[in-house]
């Protein structure tokens, strides 16, 4: 069976402070990853999706970057983090192909920016 | 653009009461799916349903019905004989026929099930 993992569970950083969260997939192979964010109280936000290997899109235009450099993983990344980065992050995947196919997300990231 | 509205914020029942989340959709693809997901306190989402733009048949998985209708561009959830376990956000989500761009989700409904 597909299983995802996330990590850290919790963070806790300065601002302008760099940023590496990590997102793994198991028991697929080209899936399509994703990474949301939900803010205190809102809805989840998509900021990047990858298709594929070096493949990024962006949703959102920020201090963020996310890569992707082997098939089954997926990073986000900022060099310095700002107040309004804090909030839940969670990585999703998908089978390969359009978007008729259910995301199936990992356990999140608890990012907090003191 | 897409935008999914989920006007009730929080709903509060009383465990064994019916209680019906609401979610209305807007997009102008003739090719979209719709999704309910779970959010309990532990926080990871919990896939729950997806239904196509061709397919306007209701749906019930045991206490969980859905009611898919394109003339109000509505696809909203009711839960059946609450239960406490039942607290949690729930969301509603749709994306386009095409590609692989994700979902957009609406801000979520925290359904308080109250013993």
């Known amino acids: 069976s597909q299983t995802i993992h996330q990590w850290p569970a919790t963070l806790v950083q300065p601002v302008g402070s760099p940023l590496s969260l990590e997102c793994t997939v198991e028991g697929t192979s080209n899936p399509n990853l994703y990474w949301y964010r939900q803010a205190a109280g809102r809805g989840l936000q998509l900021l990047f999706y990858?298709?594929?290997?070096?493949?990024i899109s962006s949703e959102v235009p920020q201090n963020l970057s996310a890569s992707r450099p082997q098939d089954r993983q997926f990073i986000l990344s900022s060099k310095k983090l700002l107040l309004s980065d804090s909030g839940f992050y969670l990585c999703a995947w998908s089978v390969i192909g359009r978007n008729n196919q259910p995301q199936h997300f990992g356990d999140g990231t608890r990012l907090s920016i003191l | 653009a897409q935008k999914v509205t989920q006007a009730q914020t929080e709903i509060s029942v009383v465990e064994k009461e019916d209680v019906t989340l609401d979610c209305v959709y807007e997009?102008?693809?003739?090719?979209?799916?719709l999704f309910w997901y779970k959010q309990p306190p532990s926080g990871e989402l919990v896939f729950l349903i997806r239904?196509?733009?061709?397919?306007?048949q209701n749906e019930i998985s045991g206490r969980y019905s859905w009611n898919f209708q394109k003339s109000t561009s509505s696809f909203n959830f009711t839960i059946t004989a609450s239960q406490v376990v039942d607290s949690a956000v729930y969301f509603c989500a749709l994306s386009s026929g095409g590609g692989a761009d994700g979902l957009t989700f609406g801000k979520g409904t925290h359904l308080i099930i109250q013993p």
């Open positions: 239904r196509n733009s061709f397919d306007e």
């Open positions: 990858s298709v594929g290997i070096g493949q």
């Open positions: 997009t102008r693809d003739t090719t979209y799916y």
